[in-house]
């Protein structure tokens, strides 16, 4: 069982990213995935979330209208796309999958706003 993340990246304010979270050894669509974030200093947050099967979707107030997360079950794979970003969305991004007692991380994609 594996998740990687990749996509992440410096970028100027008020531009985006699509961070990728791709699964291996399972199959998406029946577990929550949800992306986390954790800036240097702070506790790890969760910013968004799908859940399994009919993939109904969460967001912190601190990105609701600016992050889209989706899901391709055909590539097993989970997106984030973080548009007008802020220098506050600075952080590693995690890739969390869970289901009942189940439980998977993936390595993080540091994400960096700045002008």
């Known amino acids: 069982v594996q998740l990687v993340e990749s996509g992440g990246g410096l970028v100027q304010p008020g531009g985006s990213l699509r961070l990728s979270c791709a699964a291996s050894?399972?199959?998406?669509?029946?577990?929550?995935i949800s992306w986390y974030r954790q800036a240097p200093g702070k506790e790890r947050e969760l910013v968004a979330a799908?859940?399994?099967?009919?993939?109904?979707?969460y967001y912190a107030d601190s990105v609701k209208g600016r992050f889209t997360i989706s899901r391709d079950n055909t590539k097993n794979t989970v997106y984030l796309q973080m548009n007008s970003l802020e220098p506050e969305d600075t952080a590693v991004y995690y890739c969390?999958?869970?289901?009942?007692?189940?439980?998977?991380w993936g390595q993080g994609t540091q994400v960096t706003v700045s002008s």
């Open positions: 969390n999958a869970n289901r009942f007692t189940e439980t998977y």
């Open positions: 799908i859940i399994s099967g009919g993939g109904s979707t």
């Open positions: 050894g399972f199959t998406v669509s029946g577990y929550t």
